[in-house]
């Protein structure tokens, strides 16, 4: 069974950066995509952006348009979520998600079969 490990959260300033991993057991190419999400305190999960791994095409929520960027990583079986421009509203805990269903990948919770433990991104003054 595919396992992810997310990494590279902490707290971060208003209008920072950071860069999150999504490190993967098996082979991100036997899925579709993957997929990165994220809930904040009281609030549902909400997807913000994925890749398919077959040709790195990419689908990402209006929110994060121009501030982050998802792509593969250098090494094998990671893909990488680059958050900048951050805002109070994106402190939340995000998650990585390997989806096997296939076409563009889409942000839809329900499709994704496998999840991380998440990593917390905190935004402060």
């Known amino acids: 069974q595919l396992q992810l490990v997310e990494s590279g959260g902490g707290l971060v300033e208003y209008g920072g950066s950071l860069r999150l991993s999504c490190a993967a057991s098996g082979l991100i190419s036997d899925y579709n995509a993957i997929g990165w999400f994220r809930q904040a305190p009281g609030k549902e999960r909400e997807g913000i952006s994925c890749?398919?791994?077959?040709?790195?095409?990419?689908n990402s929520a209006d929110s994060v348009k121009g501030r982050f960027t998802i792509s593969r990583g250098d090494a094998k079986n990671t893909v990488i979520l680059q958050m900048s421009n951050l805002r109070f509203e994106d402190t939340a805990i995000y998650y990585c998600a390997a989806v096997r269903t296939p076409g563009r990948c889409r942000l839809t919770i329900e499709e994704y079969n496998y999840w991380g433990q998440g990593t917390q991104v905190t935004v402060s003054l």
């Open positions: 890749i398919r791994v077959s040709d790195d095409s990419t």
